[in-house]
């Protein structure tokens, strides 16, 4: 027997199944032991009384990734995951996103050297698949599925990488095929662009319009059709950043039918609101720009709802940082612009969990199991991390989350990520994590210990959600 390394003593551990009292016993970077009176490690932390969960696993977050100058993400790994780790997350999975013309491997390659020697946490990649030309469907992308990127992401929006619907099935098809999980951004560009060209005319430029130009509608009509593309190639897809009541029918519609869609939501619908992009034309909004837009207070309801209901299989934060008060943020250049150039997402990876842990598990909507599958379980299981990630069980890496129950009302300078604001500034918070373990390590004790490099690249397998038979035909 392995001699401990760190023992965790009077745990109340939540798995996405159980909570019990054991401790926690970890060698070697990984969870050797769970049971009572484990014998002494050479470290030591008694957690009694406090609820120990396993690291977060952010499946939806964008990290450096390349933009139009002079627009610059916020946050590149050693920021961005540092933020992760204070907050609770141990593993993310960023995207490395192909441009329209370039090879998916050449994508690959400068997102790894984007990541290498910065991760304070370990990270996978999604792939963004813009140009499905006949060499990235045959030769890329069964060869990058192979070695463990075997997740990518498609948009039916966005100029530089919305595909057609027959590129979507060509997708589609190689996902069948070779077994990786399909996530779709699901909008209407068509109908985007044509509200948008209006409201411009209008002179209604704000902020707010952004919500304006993209109703839910659009997303409604989007979600309805990749469902529908994905029932011809008979292949499950996983409809990311679900906002709201509409988008949430077809996908329950789709699984009546007996269709595999799995769905995505994001803490941007539980806790905004349209107006937080503004009620008047103030340039403030610009903070609350992201696609969809949050909708209302009854919508947020309906997220809740599928929350619980089991419509939802992952909650990510679509971590997208961009300065407010910068020339290379939300005022592209130094100016205030009209809101189809505002750059679109929010920050949130730091603040995802504490958020759902304060406001579903201690605010009594949601069991501690349903945020662990939810947060850490599911995301591993549907990107094929599953149980090295994802759960805390004997043999699995020993990321763990230690939580203190303590009220207080955030603000940016909590945050450890580049950027200058948080769109959840003033929300009341009544947990954040006392402890986080990367592979065994203290990362965050109330202090984040820095060791950029720390975090590893992790090679995904077919995800477990997957039926088999995707991959015999
Ligand atoms: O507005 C958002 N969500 N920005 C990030 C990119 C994306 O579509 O997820
Ligand atoms: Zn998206
Ligand atoms: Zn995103």
């Known amino acids: 027997m392995k001699a401990l390394e760190l023992v965790l003593r009077n745990a109340r551990v939540a798995t996405a199944a159980d909570v019990f009292e054991a401790d926690i016993g970890i060698a070697g970077g990984r969870i050797v032991q769970i049971g009572q009176q484990l014998p002494a490690g050479v470290r030591e932390f008694d957690v009694a009384g406090r609820v ?112 057609g619907d027959g590129q979507i099935l060509d997708v589609l098809a190689v996902a069948r ?81 007996g269709l595999s869609v799995f769905a995505e939501t994001c803490p941007q619908y539980l806790f905004l609101t349209a107006e937080d992009l503004g009620i008047d034309d103030s340039y403030h909004g610009a903070k609350c720009v992201c696609s969809p837009p949050p909708r209302d207070k009854s919508n947020q309801e309906v997220i809740w709802a ?42 949130g990876i730091e603040t995802r969990l504490p958020l759902l842990y304060s406001e579903g598990v201690l605010g009594g909507r949601m069991t501690l199991n349903k945020f662990v599958e939810l947060t850490a379980t599911n995301p591993a299981k549907a990107y094929g991390l599953h149980p090295r990630k994802g759960t805390i069980a004997v043999g699995s890496d020993a990321d763990l989350v230690v939580w203190e129950e303590r009220e207080f009302v955030l603000s940016n300078s909590h945050l450890h990520h580049a950027g200058d604001y948080t769109p959840y500034a003033g929300q009341r918070l009544r947990a954040w994590p006392a402890l986080t373990l990367c592979g065994g390590e203290v990362v965050w004790d109330g202090a984040f210990h820095a060791r950029a490099g720390r975090g590893r690249f992790l090679a995904c397998a077919t995800p477990s959600l997957l039926p088999q038979r995707q991959l015999s035909n």
Request: aromatic share 8%; net charge negative; hydrophobic share 40%.
């Open 306 to 347: 599928g929350l619980n209901d089991g419509l939802f299989t992952v909650f990510s934060s679509d971590h997208a940082p961009f300065k407010y008060d910068a020339p290379e943020g939300k005022k592209p250049g130094g100016e205030e612009v009209a809101f189809r150039h505002i750059p679109n997402g929010i920050p």
């Open 177 to 257: 095929r070779h077994g990786a999980m399909a996530m779709i951004h699901a909008e209407n560009a068509d109908c985007i662009e044509w509200l948008s060209k209006r409201l411009e005319a209008a002179g209604r430029t704000a902020p707010r319009f952004h919500a304006h130009s993209r109703p839910m509608l659009v997303e409604r009509e989007a979600t309805h059709r990749a469902i529908a593309l994905a029932e011809l190639v008979d292949v499950p897809i996983l409809i990311v950043h679900v906002s709201g009541r509409e988008a949430v029918e077809q996908i329950r519609w789709a699984r009546a039918h």
């Open 52 to 163: 120990v969960t396993p690291g977060g696993v952010d499946a939806h977050c964008h990290l450096d990734q390349p933009m139009t100058p002079p627009v610059r993400m916020a946050d590149d790994f050693d920021t961005g995951t540092r933020a992760a780790a204070c907050g609770g997350t141990t593993t993310v999975i960023p995207f490395a996103a192909q441009e329209k013309g370039q090879s998916l491997r050449a994508a690959v390659q400068d997102y790894h050297q984007r990541a290498e020697g910065k991760a304070h946490v370990d990270y996978a990649f999604h792939l963004i698949v813009s140009d499905p030309t006949p060499k990235v469907l045959n030769e890329e992308l069964p060869a990058l599925i192979r070695e463990g990127y075997t997740s990518f992401k498609i948009y039916m929006t966005y100029d530089d990488l919305k595909l």
